[in-house]
Nanobody
């Protein structure tokens, strides 16, 4: 089992920045790909960003390209999402997820473990 805890969410004005963290514990961390997803009120959960186990491959949703950056520190068992130039439409609960495989993927169904989520609210 892998336990995931997100942190770093909060309320920010449009144009501001936040850095989300996802701390993993439990089984071996370095062999897992990881990802971020988000769910806005009344909408389905959607892909945001993903990173391979080595960190060498990353994917981003078109809506966040150029503004968000995903990274990981395997020594700390932690993944990050740096969010810049935030917009009101970025408001959502952000979830981190772990896939029991090395390649990154945008497909939600391929992730095996999920965190409880952290709320991000962007005011206009």
């Amino acid at each position: 089992q892998v336990q995931l805890v997100e942190s770093g969410g909060g309320l920010v004005q449009a144009g501001g920045s936040l850095r989300l963290s996802c701390a993993a514990s439990g089984r071996t961390f370095t062999s897992y790909a990881m990802g971020w997803f988000r769910q806005a009120p009344g909408k389905e959960r959607e892909f945001v960003a993903a990173i391979s186990w080595s960190g060498g491959t990353t994917y981003y949703a078109d809506s966040v390209k150029g503004r968000f950056s995903i990274s990981r520190d395997n020594a700390k068992n932690t993944m990050y999402l740096q969010m810049n130039s935030l917009k009101p439409e970025d408001t959502a609960v952000y979830y981190c997820a772990v896939r029991r495989a090395m390649p990154a993927t945008t497909r939600e169904g391929l992730y095996d473990y999920w965190g409880q989520g952290t709320q991000v609210a962007v005011s206009s």
